[in-house]
């Protein structure tokens, strides 16, 4: 999860760019073709309620993007529901948590042990020797750490049950060394701006087949007492993403946010589960963008710039690449860019079954539009080039505004074929 000083109090963007180097996935993956462009000369100020007035059907979950933990804009919460596992519907070992992020660019269910009562006992997740495990989580700027552990999870109507998550802990164990150097600690939900990350991007797992053939750096432990030791892992052991383990609706998600033009106090959309297995979730002809079944990408090329490891990622606050086109904001603010006025851009999205899409996308002054909507949000015209590298285009949340944006999962079949691939 990356995180800017400066401009807010923080500006929380996504957890992919080091799995992409290292781990079986690495990253969300998507595309656009309609987008609302913002009139820079006449701001105006949306705020959106139409679809919290809507009765949710059970494969959907309420999203709200609001102040949250600390009033980070641009992140978008859904409601988890945790429980012991064998517990699912009982009132004493469930706990349900609010504010936790919906993040199409990482996999798997994280939450914090501070949100668990003591009735909701999750059990310790080992290997096969039987030693404990645990988990450093590498995101663009820090960590999370934590053991991994048991639960029965659900999330609108759907369940999964016996699901390996993370509980972040700071306090587990001894925190290796290695994972400390990744960067900042998000241990707590005032650094991670949220009470936890659901991640339901296109892979099962969060490491994926690289963790079961070698010990990865800063990924996974076998915990003996406080002392912790980086381990090879099998998938089925791997903290996983809930969806391919719901018992129907099962083979993705779509995410869908309404259209903002400048600024928005607060917004409501829908986490919808499955691809064409219901009425509310057929693809229709939204354009299937194919991403690399090895870690998630694909190509986006603007003015002349290939970004060859593209991601698209609901996690992330802002568009983020770089180019030597946009003024980069002053110190200390300068994670983003600062046109002196809105400047309406277009990229060509590439996906790896050879579909092209041609995407339309705004980028505004960042200081200007804290100035004039701080309290906002929902901010759609967001862009930097903070922590990525020359190679990654993030097509973070505002690409989703007024989107409905689809993540097949990886050997899901689905109307638009086999996963993994994105849709909109």
Not at 11 to 39: E, F, I, K, Y
Not at 184 to 202: K, M, Q, W
Not at 351 to 373: D, E, H, K, R, W
Request: aromatic share 8%.
């Amino acid at each position: 999860m990356r995180r800017f000083p400066g401009l807010l109090l923080s500006l929380s963007v996504v957890l992919v760019s080091l799995c992409v180097a290292a781990c079986g996935g690495g990253g969300g993956g998507g595309g656009g073709g309609s987008s609302s462009t913002a009139n820079s000369s006449s701001p105006t100020q949306t705020t959106n309620t139409s679809p919290a007035a809507q009765v949710l059907a059970a494969n959907a979950a309420a999203v709200t993007i609001d102040a949250g933990v600390n009033g980070v804009p641009n992140m978008p919460f859904v409601s988890v529901t945790v429980c012991t596992p064998g517990s699912l519907g009982t009132t004493t070992q469930c706990q349900t948590i609010d504010h936790v992020l919906v993040d199409t660019g990482s996999w798997g269910l994280r939450v914090f042990a501070s949100q668990l009562p003591a009735s909701v006992a999750l059990p310790q997740e080992k290997n096969g020797a039987g030693s404990p495990l645990a988990e450093c989580m590498q995101f663009f700027d820090g960590y999370t750490w934590g053991a991994v552990r048991i639960a029965d999870v659900q999330i609108g109507g759907e369940k999964a049950a016996s699901l390996p998550v993370q509980v972040i802990d700071a306090g587990y164990a001894s925190l290796p060394t290695d994972c400390a150097n990744v960067g900042a600690s998000r241990n707590t939900a005032s650094a991670l701006g949220a009470n936890g990350i659901l991640g339901i991007g296109v892979f099962k797992h969060d490491c994926g087949y690289n963790c079961t053939q070698q010990a990865l750096p800063a990924t996974y432990y076998t915990c003996d007492g406080s002392n912790c030791t980086s381990t090879a892992l099998a998938e089925a052991l791997q903290v996983a993403n809930p969806v391919p383990y719901f018992t129907t609706d099962n083979n993705g998600s779509l995410l869908v946010l309404p259209a903002v033009a400048d600024a928005a106090k607060t917004l409501s959309g829908q986490l919808v589960f499955g691809i064409g297995t219901q009425t509310n979730n057929g693809l229709g002809n939204a354009q299937v963008i194919g991403v690399s079944a090895a870690n998630g990408t694909f190509t986006t090329v603007q003015n002349g710039t290939t970004y060859a490891k593209s991601i698209v990622d609901s996690g992330s606050t802002g568009l983020f690449f770089q180019t030597s086109d946009l003024p980069v904001c002053s110190s200390p603010d300068n994670a983003y860019y600062c046109p002196s006025s809105t400047q309406q851009l277009s990229a060509m999205i590439q996906g790896v079954n050879g579909v092209n899409s041609s995407v339309s996308f705004s980028v505004g002054n960042a200081v200007t539009l804290v100035q004039t909507y701080g309290s906002d949000s929902a901010m759609p015209l967001f862009a930097g080039p903070a922590f990525v590298t020359s190679t990654v285009f993030d097509w973070g949340l505002p690409f989703f505004y007024g989107r409905t944006v689809y993540a097949a999962i990886e050997q899901q079949p689905t109307p638009g074929g086999t996963g993994p691939y994105v849709a909109y």
